[in-house]
């Protein structure tokens, strides 16, 4: 079971690197007004970090779980950072899915992203939608790259528990 939930391990991380990769694209595009191309690079980035979310937890429940064994000097840091990354992360999920809601509710207002401007309850969603993604999208982020150095420093200071 531990090289399944390493393979697991391995995966979870590969999505949410991508996942923060088609994040930043998907602004990059709604910056230039490309909506079309935002809204594809977001629901990728969404479904690859629902794949993280499930590879994750199943990687948890497989018992696979590493502890901080690093220099003591770093230990506050390191658990500053956890307990951050662990807060935002669980504020992300509902700040994402309002977002998506927004989007998809002025979508189906407008019958499509072409007429968003043309029909008055569809710029209101996607006012909604900006937002809501003014919160969304930092806190993303924050949440993405604090978890590749998580990652990272796990890699190098963490002791394998499994079963724990």
């Not at 509902?94 to 968003?116: E, S, T």
Request: glycine share 10%; aromatic share 12%; charged share 15%.
């Amino acid at each position: 079971m531990p090289g399944m939930a390493s393979i697991i391990n391995t995966w979870s991380v590969i999505c949410i690197v991508l996942s923060g990769v088609a994040l930043c694209i998907g602004v990059a595009y709604i910056r230039r007004g490309q909506r079309t191309q935002h809204m594809r690079f977001m629901l990728i980035a969404s479904s690859l970090a629902t794949l993280f979310l499930v590879l994750y937890l199943t990687r948890l429940g497989l018992g696979y779980e590493k502890k901080y064994i690093g220099p003591d000097a770093w230990k506050g840091a390191y658990y500053g950072l956890l307990i951050s990354h662990v807060a935002l992360a669980t504020l992300n999920l509902p700040l994402a899915l309002g977002a998506l809601f927004w989007a998809r509710k002025g979508i189906l207002a407008a019958g499509g992203l072409g007429r968003v401007e043309e029909v008055p309850a569809a710029r209101a969603a996607f006012n909604a939608h900006k937002r809501w993604t003014r919160w969304t999208v930092p806190v993303w982020l924050y949440v993405a790259v604090t978890g590749w150095i998580i990652y990272l420093v796990l890699d190098k200071y963490g002791q394998l528990s499994l079963g724990a």
